[in-house]
């Protein structure tokens, strides 16, 4: 059995010269902005459950509005990448100006709700006109845009479960958040905002590269 010096076995040296390549780890830390893209993406959502949770509507939309300015001025201010916060500062935005027009907090949730169903939508579609997003995403983030996965009949028939996967849990757990905000549980869907956001995406996003990974590995081997 051989195996792929681009992919080394666990535990395995790579060899001398040869080029860093990120581990699976890394790989997955590096798409979801690291553990601070992570940590902050959650912090604005989190102090509004909290705020809405303990006082009232506008001083959570006030708090969540402003961290998420700061954690875009502090990125700013320190050099980094800032297309996280700014995503992020958009949707509570949009957020904000719905729950403020109509005075309910549930509404401050809903922009996420339909973004999920859409991609969702997204991902049925794409697997329908034979390009699965997830094939396409990855060589995007891991191949520099190249289409060598669409010749290779595993990778492909791989790529397109896994988009059936990504859709199945996206409709899932916004139907779980859409059951919440017509019940009209505004806490609840609150902590299921967070708690079926940046963990529920970075489990999945890991699956995928482990078992991408395995494939290629594989079909390497039994060259």
């Known amino acids: 059995m051989t195996v792929d010096p681009q992919h080394p076995s666990d535990g395995a040296d790579p060899a001398p010269g040869a080029p860093h390549l ?3 780890a890394e790989q997955v830390s590096q798409q979801l902005g690291g553990w601070r893209g992570m940590v902050e993406a959650g912090i604005p959502v989190s102090f509004f459950v909290v705020v809405n949770w303990v006082w009232s509507l506008r001083p959570a ?3 969540s509005v402003a961290a998420a300015l700061l954690l875009a001025l502090v ?3 320190q050099g980094r990448p800032v297309r996280y916060a700014v995503n992020g500062l958009i949707g509570i935005a949009i957020g904000a100006v719905l729950a403020l027009r ?3 907090a549930r509404d401050f949730y809903l922009p996420g709700i339909l973004v999920s169903y859409g991609y969702a939508a997204v991902m049925v579609g794409s697997v329908v006109v034979r390009h699965p ?3 396409w995403l990855w060589s995007v983030m891991f191949t520099g845009g190249r ?3 669409r010749h290779d009949p595993v990778l492909r028939r791989t790529l397109t479960w896994l988009t059936l996967v990504w859709a199945l849990v996206w409709c899932l757990k916004v139907t779980a958040q859409l059951w919440l905000y017509l019940a009209d549980l505004e806490h ?3 902590v299921a905002r967070i708690v079926l956001g940046a963990p529920v995406f970075a489990l999945m996003l890991a ?3 482990w078992i991408v990974q395995r494939v290629q590995r594989r079909a390497v081997a039994t060259v």
Request: net charge negative; no cysteine.
């Open 147 to 149: 289409s060598d996965w």
């Open 207 to 209: 699956l995928t590269i």
């Open 102 to 104: 109509s005075g309910e």
């Open 22 to 24: 990120p581990t699976f």
């Open 133 to 135: 997003l997830v094939g």
């Open 188 to 190: 609840a869907l609150g």
């Open 75 to 77: 990125r700013t201010m």
């Open 61 to 63: 939309l006030a708090v």
